[in-house]
Protein backbone atom coordinates (compact mmCIF):
# COMPACT_ATOMS: atom_id res chain seq x y z
CA UNK A 1 0.00 0.00 0.00
CA UNK A 2 0.87 3.18 -0.75
CA UNK A 3 3.07 5.75 1.63
CA UNK A 4 0.68 8.46 2.50
CA UNK A 5 2.74 10.24 5.21
CA UNK A 6 3.92 14.11 4.95
CA UNK A 7 6.64 14.30 2.25
CA UNK A 8 5.75 10.64 0.26
CA UNK A 9 2.46 11.80 -0.43
CA UNK A 10 3.30 13.88 -3.43
CA UNK A 11 0.20 16.82 -4.35
CA UNK A 12 0.98 17.56 -7.72
CA UNK A 13 3.10 13.82 -9.63
CA UNK A 14 4.90 13.82 -12.30
CA UNK A 15 2.04 12.82 -14.61
CA UNK A 16 -0.96 14.81 -13.64
CA UNK A 17 1.46 17.62 -13.62
CA UNK A 18 2.64 17.40 -17.09
CA UNK A 19 -1.32 16.22 -18.25
CA UNK A 20 -2.64 19.64 -16.87
CA UNK A 21 0.99 21.77 -18.36
CA UNK A 22 0.21 20.08 -22.52
CA UNK A 23 -3.76 20.58 -22.11
CA UNK A 24 -3.09 24.05 -20.80
CA UNK A 25 -0.54 25.00 -23.91
CA UNK A 26 -2.77 23.40 -26.38
CA UNK A 27 -5.43 25.53 -25.17
CA UNK A 28 -3.10 28.58 -25.89
CA UNK A 29 -2.18 27.42 -29.05
CA UNK A 30 -5.62 26.92 -29.67
CA UNK A 31 -6.64 30.44 -29.53
CA UNK A 32 -3.16 31.74 -30.90
CA UNK A 33 -4.20 29.53 -34.40
CA UNK A 34 -7.89 30.73 -34.10
CA UNK A 35 -7.02 34.14 -34.52
CA UNK A 36 -5.39 33.50 -37.60
CA UNK A 37 -8.71 31.46 -38.82
CA UNK A 38 -7.20 28.37 -37.73
CA UNK A 39 -9.09 25.98 -35.44
CA UNK A 40 -6.83 23.01 -34.08
CA UNK A 41 -9.82 20.88 -33.24
CA UNK A 42 -10.34 20.38 -37.17
CA UNK A 43 -7.05 18.58 -37.29
CA UNK A 44 -6.40 17.36 -33.46
CA UNK A 45 -10.37 16.57 -32.60
CA UNK A 46 -11.45 13.50 -32.90
CA UNK A 47 -13.60 12.92 -36.24
CA UNK A 48 -16.01 9.91 -37.11
CA UNK A 49 -14.40 7.53 -38.98
CA UNK A 50 -16.64 7.99 -42.15
CA UNK A 51 -15.28 11.56 -42.21
CA UNK A 52 -12.84 12.88 -44.90
CA UNK A 53 -11.60 14.82 -41.60
CA UNK A 54 -11.28 11.74 -39.56
CA UNK A 55 -7.15 11.06 -38.66
CA UNK A 56 -5.54 7.86 -37.28
CA UNK A 57 -4.08 9.95 -34.67
CA UNK A 58 -7.08 11.73 -33.35
CA UNK A 59 -8.24 9.35 -30.72
CA UNK A 60 -5.20 10.38 -28.70
CA UNK A 61 -4.89 14.11 -29.18
CA UNK A 62 -8.31 15.10 -28.88
CA UNK A 63 -8.13 14.27 -25.24
CA UNK A 64 -5.71 17.35 -24.92
CA UNK A 65 -7.81 20.23 -27.20
CA UNK A 66 -10.82 22.08 -25.43
CA UNK A 67 -13.70 23.90 -26.09
CA UNK A 68 -13.77 26.31 -28.81
CA UNK A 69 -11.01 28.48 -30.54
CA UNK A 70 -13.93 31.28 -30.41
CA UNK A 71 -15.41 31.17 -27.39
CA UNK A 72 -13.23 31.90 -24.50
CA UNK A 73 -15.80 31.19 -21.49
CA UNK A 74 -16.45 27.73 -23.01
CA UNK A 75 -13.10 26.92 -23.28
CA UNK A 76 -12.17 28.12 -19.88
CA UNK A 77 -14.84 26.54 -18.23
CA UNK A 78 -14.11 23.35 -20.42
CA UNK A 79 -10.53 22.26 -19.14
CA UNK A 80 -10.86 24.00 -15.99
CA UNK A 81 -13.29 21.53 -14.91
CA UNK A 82 -11.44 18.48 -16.33
CA UNK A 83 -8.14 19.65 -15.09
CA UNK A 84 -9.59 20.75 -11.43
CA UNK A 85 -11.39 16.64 -11.24
CA UNK A 86 -7.67 15.32 -13.13
CA UNK A 87 -5.87 16.95 -10.32
CA UNK A 88 -8.08 16.48 -7.67
CA UNK A 89 -8.76 12.46 -7.79
CA UNK A 90 -5.74 11.39 -10.86
CA UNK A 91 -3.31 12.33 -7.97
CA UNK A 92 -4.95 10.10 -5.13
CA UNK A 93 -4.85 7.22 -8.44
CA UNK A 94 -0.98 8.23 -9.49
CA UNK A 95 0.26 8.48 -5.64
CA UNK A 96 -1.54 4.66 -5.24
CA UNK A 97 -0.13 3.48 -8.28
CA UNK A 98 2.83 5.22 -9.61
CA UNK A 99 3.32 7.34 -12.68
CA UNK A 100 3.29 4.41 -15.26
CA UNK A 101 0.34 2.37 -14.03
CA UNK A 102 -1.42 6.10 -14.02
CA UNK A 103 -0.25 7.22 -17.14
CA UNK A 104 -1.14 3.58 -18.66
CA UNK A 105 -4.87 3.74 -17.26
CA UNK A 106 -5.37 6.95 -18.28
CA UNK A 107 -4.98 6.57 -21.87
CA UNK A 108 -6.62 2.97 -21.97
CA UNK A 109 -9.62 5.39 -20.63
CA UNK A 110 -9.54 7.97 -23.09
CA UNK A 111 -9.26 5.82 -25.71
CA UNK A 112 -11.54 3.57 -24.21
CA UNK A 113 -14.27 6.44 -24.58
CA UNK A 114 -13.06 7.27 -27.79
CA UNK A 115 -13.89 3.92 -29.12
CA UNK A 116 -17.79 4.19 -27.38
CA UNK A 117 -18.16 7.23 -28.78
CA UNK A 118 -17.31 6.39 -32.38
CA UNK A 119 -19.39 3.09 -32.24
CA UNK A 120 -22.36 5.29 -30.90
CA UNK A 121 -21.54 7.93 -33.89
CA UNK A 122 -22.16 5.46 -36.10
CA UNK A 123 -25.25 3.73 -34.97
CA UNK A 124 -27.14 7.11 -34.46
CA UNK A 125 -25.72 7.81 -38.20
CA UNK A 126 -26.40 4.65 -39.59
CA UNK A 127 -30.05 5.08 -38.42
CA UNK A 128 -30.35 8.69 -39.95
CA UNK A 129 -29.39 7.84 -43.02
CA UNK A 130 -32.01 4.80 -43.28
CA UNK A 131 -34.39 7.18 -42.38
CA UNK A 132 -33.44 9.73 -44.95
CA UNK A 133 -33.58 6.73 -47.42
CA UNK A 134 -36.89 6.14 -46.62
CA UNK A 135 -38.15 9.47 -46.65
CA UNK A 136 -36.52 10.26 -49.85
CA UNK A 137 -39.28 7.20 -51.65
CA UNK A 138 -42.07 9.18 -49.99
CA UNK A 139 -41.12 13.29 -49.51
CA UNK A 140 -44.43 14.73 -48.95
CA UNK A 141 -45.13 17.11 -46.36
CA UNK A 142 -46.56 15.08 -43.66
CA UNK A 143 -43.57 12.67 -44.34
CA UNK A 144 -41.04 15.79 -43.66
CA UNK A 145 -42.56 16.95 -40.20
CA UNK A 146 -42.75 13.07 -39.06
CA UNK A 147 -39.02 12.85 -40.20
CA UNK A 148 -38.22 16.52 -38.75
CA UNK A 149 -39.62 15.27 -35.30
CA UNK A 150 -38.64 12.01 -34.87
CA UNK A 151 -35.10 12.64 -35.74
CA UNK A 152 -35.15 15.54 -33.04
CA UNK A 153 -34.30 18.50 -36.06
CA UNK A 154 -37.69 20.61 -34.89
CA UNK A 155 -35.82 22.84 -32.66
CA UNK A 156 -33.27 24.00 -35.61
CA UNK A 157 -34.65 26.94 -37.18
CA UNK A 158 -33.62 25.53 -40.93
CA UNK A 159 -36.49 22.68 -40.82
CA UNK A 160 -38.82 24.74 -39.07
CA UNK A 161 -38.76 27.66 -41.18
CA UNK A 162 -39.11 25.23 -44.26
CA UNK A 163 -41.63 23.53 -42.59
CA UNK A 164 -43.99 26.86 -41.62
CA UNK A 165 -43.50 27.91 -45.50
CA UNK A 166 -44.70 24.43 -46.88
CA UNK A 167 -47.49 24.43 -44.52
CA UNK A 168 -48.57 27.76 -46.06
CA UNK A 169 -47.68 26.58 -49.69
CA UNK A 170 -48.47 22.76 -49.92
CA UNK A 171 -48.91 22.64 -53.51
CA UNK A 172 -45.04 24.15 -53.39
CA UNK A 173 -43.21 22.35 -56.47
CA UNK A 174 -39.10 22.13 -55.01
CA UNK A 175 -40.62 21.72 -51.63
CA UNK A 176 -39.57 18.44 -51.37
CA UNK A 177 -36.14 18.80 -53.41
CA UNK A 178 -35.40 21.72 -50.73
CA UNK A 179 -36.02 19.57 -47.60
CA UNK A 180 -33.51 16.87 -49.10
CA UNK A 181 -30.85 19.19 -49.47
CA UNK A 182 -31.55 20.69 -46.22
CA UNK A 183 -31.29 16.61 -44.39
CA UNK A 184 -28.39 16.56 -46.58
CA UNK A 185 -26.48 19.72 -45.59
CA UNK A 186 -27.34 19.04 -41.59
CA UNK A 187 -25.77 15.17 -42.09
CA UNK A 188 -22.83 16.15 -43.81
CA UNK A 189 -22.23 19.23 -40.77
CA UNK A 190 -22.90 16.54 -38.09
CA UNK A 191 -20.42 13.58 -39.48
CA UNK A 192 -17.80 16.51 -39.88
CA UNK A 193 -17.93 17.41 -37.02
CA UNK A 194 -15.58 16.88 -34.43
CA UNK A 195 -15.18 15.98 -30.40
CA UNK A 196 -12.61 17.46 -28.00
CA UNK A 197 -11.69 16.83 -24.12
CA UNK A 198 -10.61 14.66 -21.84
CA UNK A 199 -13.86 14.00 -20.16
CA UNK A 200 -14.07 10.31 -21.35
CA UNK A 201 -10.36 9.77 -19.83
CA UNK A 202 -11.24 11.99 -17.12
CA UNK A 203 -14.56 10.45 -15.82
CA UNK A 204 -12.40 6.97 -16.11
CA UNK A 205 -9.94 8.27 -13.15
CA UNK A 206 -13.64 9.51 -11.14
CA UNK A 207 -14.26 5.69 -11.16
CA UNK A 208 -11.14 4.34 -10.86
CA UNK A 209 -11.44 7.08 -7.32
CA UNK A 210 -15.20 5.76 -6.80
CA UNK A 211 -13.58 2.00 -7.01
CA UNK A 212 -10.55 2.24 -4.72
CA UNK A 213 -11.84 4.67 -2.47
CA UNK A 214 -15.84 3.70 -2.54
CA UNK A 215 -16.57 5.24 1.55
CA UNK A 216 -14.68 8.52 0.99
CA UNK A 217 -16.83 11.47 1.62
CA UNK A 218 -17.28 13.83 -0.74
CA UNK A 219 -18.75 17.16 -1.00
CA UNK A 220 -20.89 18.36 -3.36
CA UNK A 221 -22.63 21.88 -4.63
CA UNK A 222 -25.79 22.53 -2.82
CA UNK A 223 -25.72 19.19 -1.13
CA UNK A 224 -24.87 20.46 3.12
CA UNK A 225 -23.77 16.94 4.06
CA UNK A 226 -20.69 14.67 2.80
CA UNK A 227 -21.50 12.11 0.28
CA UNK A 228 -19.64 8.57 -0.17
CA UNK A 229 -17.50 8.84 -3.53
CA UNK A 230 -19.62 5.37 -4.84
CA UNK A 231 -23.02 7.36 -4.53
CA UNK A 232 -21.46 10.34 -5.98
CA UNK A 233 -20.09 8.20 -9.03
CA UNK A 234 -22.92 5.83 -9.20
CA UNK A 235 -25.05 9.23 -9.66
CA UNK A 236 -22.93 10.43 -12.14
CA UNK A 237 -23.11 7.17 -14.32
CA UNK A 238 -26.69 7.09 -14.21
CA UNK A 239 -27.30 11.10 -15.04
CA UNK A 240 -24.70 10.94 -18.37
CA UNK A 241 -26.10 7.21 -19.37
CA UNK A 242 -29.88 9.33 -19.01
CA UNK A 243 -28.57 11.88 -20.77
CA UNK A 244 -27.08 9.80 -23.57
CA UNK A 245 -30.36 7.50 -24.41
CA UNK A 246 -32.58 11.05 -24.28
CA UNK A 247 -30.45 12.46 -26.98
CA UNK A 248 -31.80 16.35 -26.52
CA UNK A 249 -31.35 18.41 -29.47
CA UNK A 250 -28.64 21.30 -28.80
CA UNK A 251 -26.78 19.11 -26.40
CA UNK A 252 -23.19 19.07 -27.57
CA UNK A 253 -21.74 16.91 -24.57
CA UNK A 254 -20.63 12.91 -25.69
CA UNK A 255 -22.38 11.53 -22.88
CA UNK A 256 -21.34 8.08 -24.49
CA UNK A 257 -17.69 9.13 -24.27
CA UNK A 258 -17.64 9.75 -20.57
CA UNK A 259 -19.41 5.79 -19.87
CA UNK A 260 -16.97 4.85 -22.16
CA UNK A 261 -14.28 5.99 -20.05
CA UNK A 262 -16.05 4.42 -16.86
CA UNK A 263 -16.48 1.69 -18.77
CA UNK A 264 -13.11 0.66 -19.27
CA UNK A 265 -11.84 2.17 -16.30
CA UNK A 266 -13.65 -0.76 -14.34
CA UNK A 267 -12.49 -3.23 -17.51
CA UNK A 268 -9.01 -2.52 -16.90
CA UNK A 269 -9.24 -2.28 -12.95
CA UNK A 270 -11.05 -6.22 -13.20
CA UNK A 271 -7.91 -7.62 -15.06
CA UNK A 272 -4.96 -5.73 -12.66
CA UNK A 273 -6.97 -6.76 -9.43
CA UNK A 274 -6.75 -10.51 -11.21
CA UNK A 275 -3.34 -10.26 -12.10
CA UNK A 276 -1.79 -8.14 -9.64
CA UNK A 277 -3.98 -8.69 -6.61
CA UNK A 278 -0.93 -8.47 -4.32
CA UNK A 279 -0.06 -5.17 -4.81
CA UNK A 280 -2.58 -3.57 -7.14
CA UNK A 281 -3.91 -1.48 -3.85
Known sequence: MTDFRPGRFQVLPPVVKNLIIINVLVVIVQFMLGRVGINLGNYLGLHYWRSPLFRWWQPVTHLFVHGDPYDLGMTFGHIFFNMFALWMFGRILENVWGPRRFLIFYFICGLGAALCHLL??????????????????????????????????????????????????????????????????????????????????????????????????????????????????????????????????????????????????????????????????
Open 120 to 281: VLDYEFGVFAKAFMTYQQNPLLDQYILFVKQRGLDGIAAFQQLQTFWEANPHCNNCAAQSASLINQYYSEMINTNTVGASGAVFGVLFGFGYLFPDTPLMIMFIPVPVKAKWVIGGYILIELFSGLRNSAGDNVAHFAHLGGALFAFILLKIWNKTIRNNFY
